[in-house]
Structures are given as C-alpha cells and as structure tokens.
C-alpha cells in the first residue's frame, strides 16, 4: 500500500543523489541547496511511510527487510541533514545519498513479503533499529574514510582542483570518522545483545550459528579492533579511513548475502 | 655636475660567504659611514645593508673616483677582503642607471622573494642611520624619499606585492586543507628565512598559538621567540622535537637536507599518525623531497605554494612590467629634479648679475642727473628695469626648460660663459662645515617624519631596528 510512495521517495533521493554529484563539479552552492530542499522534499514523505507503518495495525509485530532497508536509509539522510544543520558540509550529500538512494531503492524492489525477522516476540523492532542504527554510524565513518582518502590523495598530488576545494580538512573527516565508529560500535553492540535475547526467548539458545550471525560478529570484532588500534596504537588518519572502509564493505556484503538467499533468517544485523 | 653613483654586490652577484665579509655590525655602521665620508671625493654617501645586499650610494663629483672611493671603502670594510676578489662581484651604476637600482632595490623588485616587504623598512633604516651621521644631504635626501614613495606606489599600483603575501597566504590555506582549527596547532619554525617568517605571522594570524623555534644561532632564535611569543629549542634538537609540531615552517640557509624521510616516518608514529604538514620555502630545499612517500605527512615546496596561488606567469609578468615602467617614470622625474638642481645656480647668478649692473647704471645716471623729482627717479629706475627685463627674459625661458632637457648642461655652461658668470661653490655638503646648524635642524626633522611615517606603513614585518650585536648581522647575512 506504502510501495508509491516508498517509490516517490527512491526517485527524490535519486534526484538529490544526481544533483550532489552535478555540484560536486560546480564552484557555487546553488546546486547543493537544490540538493538539499529536494532531499529535504524526500525525508519528510519517507517519515511519513515509516510512521505509517509503526502505527499500523500490524505495527512492530513483524519487520519486514524491507522496512529495515527502509529505516536505514531514512537514518542515513536523518544523519546527514542534521549534519549539514551543524556544519553547512554540503560536499557529505554527494557521498551520504548514493548510499541513502541504494538502500531505498533496494527497499522498493524486495518483495515486501521477504521478511526478515518472524514476528515472534514485540522486542524485535529494538534489535532491528539498533542494529541499523550502529550500521548507520558505520556507513557514515565509511564515507568520512572515503572522502578522506580523496582528499589525503589530492593534496599528495598537488591536485586544487574543484574537489578539494570542497572536501572539508582532514582533521574533520578523521575525527568525523571517529566519531561515528564510536556511536555506531555501542548501538551494533545492544542490537546484537538483544537479537540474542530475542533468539533465546524465541529459540531457547542465544546463537544458532548461522551464517548472518557469524557475519555480525565477525563485524563486531572487526570494529572493536579498528577502535582500539585508534586508542591504543594510534590506528588514525589513513589506516582508519582504509579500516572504516574495508569494514563497511563486509557489512554491505552481509545485506547481499542476506538479500540474494531471500530466506528468512531468524537473526539478521 | 653632481653625480648619483651606487656600488654594491648582491645575492644574484655575490655569494653569501663574500657578503657576510661585508656586512658592518649596526653598532658601527656610524665608524662605517664617517670612513665613507673621508673620502673628500664623496659629497654624499648612505650605506645599505641587508640579508642579501651591501651598498653603498653616494653623491660624487666625478663618477669613477667616486667608484674606485666606494671599492676602497669595501676593501678596507674587512681584512680579508682584498679588491681581486671584490671586484668581480661588484655591480657599479651611475646617473639614471643608478637611480633606477635604487628605485627597483626599495620597490623589491631586486629582492631575492620579489614583492617581499621588509625591503622598504631597511632602506629607512640605511637612511636613518645616514641621517644620524649626517652623512646625506640635499640629493640622497630627495633621491631616498623618491625611492619610498616609488616603493609605496608600485605597492599600490601593481599587483607585485602580492606574489611575496600570496606565497605565504597560500601555505596557510593548504594548512587548513589539513588543519580546521589552529588554535590547538602547533607550528615550528626552522631556520628564519623571510618567506617563512611571513609565513608564521600568517599562521599566528590564523590563530595557532604555539610556536617553536629553531635556528642555528641561539640568539637569534631568543628574538625570534619573542616575535612570535614562541619557545626556543636548540638547533640541534630540533629533529627529536619534530613530533610536537602539527605545521613545520623550514627556511634556513643550508645547502643539504636537514630533514630526512626517516626523521618525518619517526616524528608521525610519535604523533600517533596524526597528520604532519611540512611547507620547505628554502631554496636549496632543505626538506628532503622523498619525504612526500610518508604517510599522513604532507610536503610542499616553494614550487607546490607558488603553484598554488595559480597566478600565472603572464599575469607576474605584466605587474613586473607594469613596476619596472614605473620606476622609469620616476627616474625622468628625479633627474630632471637633478638637472634643474644644476641650472638654478646658474639662472640665480645671471639674474644677480644683471640687477647688479642696473643697479650701479642707475646710480651713475641719477648722480649725474642732480635732483630730480621721485617721479623721475621711479621714471628712470623704470627703464632699466625695463630693459634689463626684456633682455634677460628669453634668456631664462631658454634656459629653464634647457635645463629640463637631456643636453641642459650644454646650455647652462654656454650661458655662464656668454654672461661672464662665476662657477658656484659646491652644494653645501653637510660633513664638509658650514651651515651646519641649520642642516642639523633639517635631519632631525626628516628622521622625525621619517619615524612618523614608518609606524604607519610598517606592519609587525618590520625588522626591529635594535638588534645589533655582531653574530646577529653574521646570521641575517647568511640568510639563517
């Protein structure tokens, strides 16, 4: 019923993804607010979708993939305007909503019946939200540890061109990647603790080993290391930018892997 | 004919070693300037000294012993200076020549960083320091007056000046490509070229607050400390103490790398791969340029900056061109001042001369006339008057704007000749006695204006002028 609008939403993103890119090679700012009012345009009819279906009949019974790939990108732009409200980084559009326009695009073409968690217990919309909302943060340390490396590679080759004239200094994009690992880590952290205590309340056993389980805890770990090589060795600048995106590319590998089986896992991150 | 001479040896003539040997402590630079003096052939002499140059300008009567005067002035500046090994790298000027040396040397058109600011200041303090000793008179004092307000003209007329601020404008902003807020930043400063000392007052500008300082002569670093509110460290520390610093400034005289890419790789582990951002603005580089390999250290050189304010050559050019028309302007200017310099005398003699004569004829006639009514008398002085007018005025005309003219001097010897006319004494030249009361009054007044008018033009740029002790002057000679 939500799927046109769902569908409206897609298209603004993709509107306001083509025109962050179109000002990624322009000097003004014109473009960009452009981009941002239309952005603006898609989240509020994306809230709207979403609110829909939390206060439906159905409500939080049952999250579908959909709605989790729904809620990830809604999070993604909710991220990036306030963001943009903070510090006026409008150059974060044009790497944030690719992202964002993925995610719902993809949430359009899953079959909305392909759910993902079985409405065993209410507590699972916690597990979901927090895990979307900790793979958010690491989504944003993965585009911080992008535009990092652009930038960290223009300035070595003596490149001023457009592009550096827009990425913000590196120190911002380290301490923005930082900062995103730091709150994503803990959320990852609750949303597997409950997924666990929805499983065992589901299943009786906290793990059943499966391959998506595997995967977010090889993730958990992956992130844990990347945060205490920054506070114990001094893992920062480029080897953060390079870990924050080797780690987001395993993440996204689990959402296909999730995606491409169709199954109904019991557990997902 | 009085005649303006400048000799003298720069960084593009002579090499560092050479011109160190030259450099007068300012503590003596009065000794110095009296020696100038006692050559009897030097009318007039200021001596300029900077971290690449030493001249000497002097007003003289005959050009070439006025040059040999200025060489042995040089020779006997330091022992081990023989004229063998002086005379190679000595550049001599006369007339329009040297005039327009000074005009590009104070429009930092000369200068090593062309546009560089600090040019203007010195050549004020040479002429302070020649007004202190009366050793300028009448002509330096116009010509250097002509020479600042040149300066400050091509400042604001051309876009010169901006190559030099640019230069270090620019290492400030691709520091903030790296560096969002500098007030937590810490900068080191190696060695005290001047780009790099621009280049620092941007940065403290820009809000870093804490400087260190290195060079290889302590006081030096103990005043530079002081400029910059910024802690000194010995030189030879520098490299353990690199980690500290998020900006490193280098600028310094060596003629070999002092900072390797292993020194760098060590310094950024110690940072904890924060990211180290290096500019190099000496020229032989003294930032080894393997060190771009580094991670998270970011190198530029005085190319990469330069490169950076994207001026292009045709633009620096043009401005280039645009200054050096300037100062041609100015030189047919000051010498058409110097020409006419040369023709009031004469003109003042003639008109003398010619009253003198009516005045006696007028005389003679009225004491043969007996008495006569004051109506007669108005009557007859009239006629002279009249006469002696009418003659002269051509005359004058002629030679007045003969005088503005490239062959005036021809004219204004004719003229002495025709009209009997004694040859003037030498213009009072201040060293040489008389009137010198009054000259004394002049000087204070022009080093009065002169101070005036430095705290206003002249930014926290201007070298402090007290620095004075021996091993400083070594240092600026050197470029350290």
Redesign the interface.
């Known amino acids: 019923m939500m799927l046109p609008f769902l569908q409206l939403t897609a298209g603004l993103y993709f509107a306001g993804t083509l025109l962050s890119l179109v000002y990624l090679l322009r000097r003004s700012h014109v473009v960009a607010k452009i981009a941002l009012g239309v952005t603006c345009v898609g989240f509020a009819v994306h809230s709207i979708v979403l609110a829909s279906q939390v206060f439906s009949v159905e409500g939080l019974k049952w999250v579908t993939f959909q709605t989790a790939l729904s809620f990830f990108s809604w999070s993604l732009v909710c991220v990036f305007l306030l963001v943009v409200l903070r510090q006026s980084l409008y150059v974060l559009g044009s790497f944030i909503l690719p992202l964002a326009f993925l995610s719902s695009a993809s949430a359009v073409i899953v079959p909305s019946e392909t759910s993902a968690l079985q409405p065993v217990v209410q507590a699972v919309w916690v597990h979901v939200t927090l895990s979307m909302l900790g793979t958010v943060g690491f989504a944003v340390a993965f585009v911080a540890g992008l535009m990092y490396l652009i ?1 960290d590679r223009l ?2 080759s ?1 490149q ?1 061109n457009v592009l ?1 004239f827009k990425l ?5 994009l380290d301490t923005l990647n930082q900062r995103s690992i730091v709150l994503g880590f803990p959320l990852l952290t609750l949303g597997i603790l409950t997924g666990a205590v929805s499983a065992r309340l589901t299943f009786g056993e906290y793990v059943s080993w499966n391959s998506e389980q595997i995967w977010a805890l090889v993730t958990w770990v992956f992130y844990l290391v990347v945060l205490m090589g920054r506070i114990t ?7 953060a930018a390079y870990l924050t995106i080797v780690g987001f590319t395993g993440v996204l590998l689990t959402f296909l892997g999730v995606m491409l089986k169709g199954t109904t896992p019991s557990i997902s991150s | 004919m009085k005649h303006v001479i400048v000799v003298g040896l720069s960084h593009k003539t002579a090499p560092v070693e050479l011109r160190e040997l030259l450099v007068v402590p300012d503590s003596r630079v009065g000794e110095a300037l009296n020696r100038l003096m006692a050559h009897a052939r030097i009318c007039e002499g200021m001596v300029l000294q900077t971290c690449n140059r030493v001249e000497v300008y002097a007003v003289v009567d005959h050009v070439d012993a006025g040059f040999s005067d200025i060489q042995q002035f040089f020779v006997d500046t330091h022992l081990s200076v023989s004229a063998e090994m002086l005379l190679p790298h000595l550049y001599r000027h006369a007339g329009d020549r040297a005039l327009a040396h000074l005009f590009r040397v104070t429009s930092s058109l000369d200068s090593m960083v062309v546009g560089e600011p600090q040019i203007l200041g010195q050549v004020k303090d040479a002429f302070r320091l020649a007004l202190t000793h009366n050793s300028s008179g009448v002509i330096l004092n116009k010509l250097v007056k002509k020479a600042i307000s040149v300066a400050k003209r091509i400042r604001s007329e051309t876009r010169i000046a901006e190559n030099a601020v640019s230069v270090s404008y620019a290492a400030v902003e691709l520091a903030k490509k790296v560096f969002s807020d500098f007030s937590a930043r810490t900068a080191m400063l190696v060695g005290a070229g001047e780009m790099a000392k621009l280049a620092a007052q941007h940065l403290v500008k820009n809000g870093v607050r804490h400087v260190l300082l290195t060079t290889r002569n302590p006081a030096r670093a103990g005043s530079l400390a002081e400029r910059f509110h910024g802690t000194s460290i010995p030189f030879g520390d520098f490299l353990g103490e690199m980690s500290k610093a998020d900006i490193v400034l280098c600028s310094t005289g060596a003629s070999h790398y002092l900072i390797g890419p292993a020194d760098v790789q060590r310094a950024v582990r110690e940072r904890w791969n924060r990211p180290m951002f290096l500019i190099d603005v000496s020229v032989p580089r003294n930032i080894d340029p393997e060190v771009r390999q580094v991670d998270n250290a970011f190198l530029f050189d005085i190319d990469d900056l330069e490169g950076h304010v994207e001026q292009n050559r045709d633009e620096r050019i043009r401005e280039a061109t645009r200054a050096e028309g300037i100062v041609k302007e100015e030189v047919g200017v000051m010498l058409k001042w110097l020409q006419s310099l040369e023709a009031t005398p004469a003109i003042v003699a003639l008109r003398q001369r010619a009253d003198a004569i009516k005045y006696a004829e007028v005389q003679k006639a009225l004491s043969r006339f007996g008495t006569l009514t004051s109506q007669q008398r108005e009557a007859l002085d009239g006629l002279a008057s009249g006469i002696v007018n009418k003659l002269l005025h051509g005359s004058l005309v002629a030679l007045k704007s003969a005088a503005q003219s490239s062959n005036g001097s021809v004219y204004i010897e004719a003229a002495r000749r025709f009209y009997g006319l004694e040859y003037p004494s030498p213009l009072p030249s201040p060293s040489r006695g008389e009137g010198k009361g009054m000259e004394e009054a002049e000087h204070v007044a022009e080093r009065q204006k002169l101070e005036a008018d430095q705290s206003e033009t002249e930014g926290p740029s201007h070298e402090p002028a007290g620095e004075s002790d021996k091993q400083n002057v070594a240092q600026r000679a050197s470029g350290l």
């Open positions: 930038q300035l070595k003596k001023f550096s913000p200094p590196l120190d911002v060795v001094g893992w920062r600048a480029k080897k």
